[in-house]
């Protein structure tokens, strides 16, 4: 298949790129390097560099690669500034978006497949775990501004019938190509407390999260290729708190560090847990990597680093 990645140079979509590229589809990776660096991209794919804001540019890459497929991983994550600059946030997750989803239909697209949040997108809610049909009342801009997208693209399905499937994401971790101290919170500990430093907890750290391994993910962006049709939940369905999260990296790495202690965020979700069922039963999703697995694989590529 000919698949575009918007936001392939990013964490997940570089990791999504080098997945389809190993399955032998013919890659095409559109960027502006607001995250991750170009060494980093995959010689095998084609790269346009463009910003999913500027129409005019990104319609020459549309035209140029002819895609079947848009895998939409571009757009802003930063939850925190998300809420410090909402307005920045909409201009790049919902414009940005309706300029690729346009260009998906004008230039006969079957498919486009969009990474939005588990996390972000239920709040705090009363039921857990949350899935595909728990009340959406996200505490963020980013989490409104995914479900904003989800919703355009929900209308270009009903309007001129373009497949989607929409991946609901848990917290996404593994290694990254840039500094072992950015990313998720997992990343973070541990380059944290590998240079004996005392990790940051923002509240008491009873606070608890679905953590998944990056390479299920890409098995996820596989399987949707020619899956069914849907918004499915992609987590692990289980949850770790970010006290338990310390003492398993810890012990992984034979360090004992005690974290300290800061005033909780009101814009973070304080639990959340995704409920996996309709993946596994529609997408044949089954996550392969546990916590503890996971972790030992970042601490060895950057130990191999």
């Given at each position: 298949?000919?698949?575009?990645?918007?936001?392939?140079?990013?964490?997940?979509?570089?990791?999504?790129?080098?997945?389809?590229?190993?399955?032998?589809?013919?890659?095409?990776?559109?960027?502006?390097?607001?995250?991750g660096k170009r060494e980093s991209l995959n010689k095998k794919a084609k790269f346009y560099k463009a910003d999913?804001?500027?129409?005019?540019?990104?319609?020459?890459?549309?035209?140029?690669?002819?895609?079947?497929?848009?895998?939409?991983?571009?757009?802003?994550?930063?939850?925190?500034?998300?809420?410090?600059?909402?307005?920045?946030?909409?201009?790049?997750?919902?414009?940005?978006?309706?300029?690729?989803?346009?260009?998906?239909?004008?230039?006969?697209?079957?498919?486009?497949?969009?990474?939005?949040?588990?996390?972000?997108?239920?709040g705090e809610s009363a039921k857990l775990p949350a899935n595909e049909n728990t009340p959406i009342e996200p505490?963020?801009?980013?989490?409104?501004?995914?479900?904003?997208?989800?919703?355009?693209?929900?209308?270009?399905?009903?309007?001129?019938?373009?497949?989607?499937?929409?991946?609901?994401?848990?917290?996404?971790?593994?290694?990254?190509?840039?500094?072992?101290?950015?990313?998720?919170?997992?990343?973070?500990?541990?380059?944290?407390?590998?240079?004996?430093?005392?990790?940051?907890?923002?509240?008491?750290?009873?606070?608890?999260?679905?953590?998944?391994?990056v390479e299920d993910v890409v098995r996820t962006n596989i399987l949707a290729l020619d899956g069914k049709e849907?918004?499915?939940?992609?987590?692990?369905?289980?949850?770790?708190?970010?006290?338990?999260?310390?003492?398993?990296?810890?012990?992984?790495?034979?360090?004992?560090?005690?974290?300290?202690?800061?005033?909780?965020?009101?814009?973070?979700?304080?639990?959340?847990?995704?409920?996996?069922?309709?993946?596994?039963?529609?997408?044949?999703?089954?996550?392969?990597?546990?916590?503890?697995?996971?972790?030992?694989?970042?601490?060895?590529?950057?130990?191999?680093?």
């Amino acid at each position: 298949m000919r698949i575009l990645v918007t936001g392939g140079a990013g964490f997940i979509g570089l990791n999504v790129v080098g997945g389809y590229l190993k399955d032998k589809h013919e890659v095409g990776v559109v960027s502006n390097f607001s995250s991750g660096k170009r060494e980093s991209l995959n010689k095998k794919a084609k790269f346009y560099k463009a910003d999913i804001r500027n129409k005019e540019v990104l319609e020459k890459v549309f035209k140029d690669f002819k895609p079947e497929i848009v895998n939409h991983h571009a757009g802003h994550t930063g939850v925190k500034e998300s809420v410090e600059n909402p307005s920045y946030d909409a201009e790049i997750n919902i414009i940005g978006s309706i300029n690729v989803f346009e260009l998906a239909v004008k230039y006969r697209v079957r498919r486009i497949i969009f990474p939005s949040t588990g996390g972000g997108l239920y709040g705090e809610s009363a039921k857990l775990p949350a899935n595909e049909n728990t009340p959406i009342e996200p505490i963020s801009p980013y989490g409104v501004s995914k479900y904003c997208v989800e919703n355009y693209l929900n209308y270009f399905k009903r309007l001129y019938g373009i497949e989607r499937v929409i991946l609901r994401y848990a917290n996404v971790y593994g290694p990254r190509w840039g500094s072992l101290c950015e990313g998720s919170v997992v990343e973070i500990f541990i380059c944290k407390i590998l240079k004996r430093e005392k990790p940051t907890i923002f509240g008491d750290g009873t606070q608890s999260y679905d953590f998944i391994f990056v390479e299920d993910v890409v098995r996820t962006n596989i399987l949707a290729l020619d899956g069914k049709e849907g918004i499915y939940n992609i987590g692990t369905g289980r949850e770790t708190s970010l006290n338990l999260l310390i003492d398993i990296i810890s012990k992984a790495l034979g360090i004992k560090v005690k974290p300290k202690y800061d005033l909780s965020r009101k814009w973070e979700v304080k639990r959340i847990i995704l409920d996996i069922e309709r993946a596994k039963k529609e997408l044949g999703f089954v996550p392969q990597y546990s916590l503890e697995e996971g972790i030992r694989r970042i601490i060895e590529w950057y130990r191999g680093r």
